[in-house]
């Protein structure tokens, strides 16, 4: 997991535990809650690290680790991040679409663990409060669905170090509480959606490293929040859009080496670069 993802995993932890402690507690966690996570731990085929040795039916699953629980009973995040300097401790399997059952989750974190394959899980669809997801490092792969919008509370989305292919979906327009958007390091194709300007909270945009084409959008304007963007590595090629330069009170990190784009350097970069 890189540091930015591991400091806004952080953040989201601290309003939990502060939150629990405010709570009262109950011995026993939802029964749904149970079921969904004993279905995911089937699935799991290798545990090399006894990550999930405390997940035993009959025990609140409340107190297992990598779970935490809000007002008692019900589920709220799941962390199990792996070790990506020692892939041989982490896990190996599939992820069970029983998840579903967890419907107060808020955070999902299951990134690093290069030895989870299959598709995209889309359980995490039918997880209306999710704020925070972290699927990265795997080896999950295929198309991203067309309707990933409907995740309409999501601020943060991990989803770079796949294998994922096809377009980045239109309905991503949808997401306008995002912050994090990071999709680099997958097979991705296509053009970047125009409704991404939808997405005024911006902070980070990582799209580096896939297989994206055509000309960069001018969606930038209402970004005034951006501070890294990375567009690397592809295969984008014409002029840099003008917007671009209304990022300069705020850009920290430009990102735009490999690709094939023409015409002058913007005065903007010129200037970032001196």
């Not at 799991?44 to 629980?69: A, E, N, V, Y």
């Not at 309707?147 to 989305?157: A, D, K, P, R, T």
Request: aromatic content about 8%.
């Amino acid at each position: 997991m890189n540091s930015l993802s591991s400091f806004t995993l952080f953040i989201f932890s601290v309003i939990f535990f502060l939150q629990c402690l405010s709570s009262t507690g109950a011995t026993t966690c939802h029964p749904d809650d149970e079921a969904g996570l004993l279905a995911f731990k089937s699935g799991i085929t290798q545990d090399p690290s006894g990550m999930l040795s405390s997940w035993k039916k009959g025990t609140s699953c409340c107190s297992w680790k990598g779970i935490t629980c809000l007002n008692s009973d019900r589920v709220t995040m799941l962390e199990l991040v792996g070790f990506p300097k020692k892939p041989e401790r982490s896990l190996s399997g599939t992820l069970s679409p029983s998840l579903a059952k967890l419907q107060h989750l808020s955070v999902i974190s299951l990134g690093d663990h290069v030895n989870i394959t299959g598709s995209f899980p889309k359980f995490l669809l039918q997880l209306p409060k999710l704020r925070y997801v972290d699927i990265q490092n795997n080896r999950l792969s295929g198309p991203l669905p067309a309707n990933i919008g409907v995740l309409s509370m999501l601020e943060e989305f991990f989803l770079q170090g796949n294998k994922f292919t096809g377009p980045i979906p239109n309905s991503i327009s949808n997401l306008t509480r995002l912050s994090y958007l990071i999709f680099g390091g997958n097979l991705l194709t296509g053009t970047i959606p125009l409704g991404i300007a939808n997405l005024k909270l911006m902070q980070n945009l990582q799209l580096g490293d896939n297989r994206l084409s055509g000309t960069i959008p001018d969606i930038f304007e209402s970004m005034t929040l951006l501070k890294f963007l990375d567009l690397s590595r592809n295969r984008f090629s014409g002029r840099l859009p003008p917007s671009i330069a209304s990022l300069a009170p705020t850009l920290l990190a430009l990102h735009l080496s490999q690709n094939n784009f023409s015409g002058a350097i913007p005065d903007y970069i010129k200037i970032q670069q001196a």
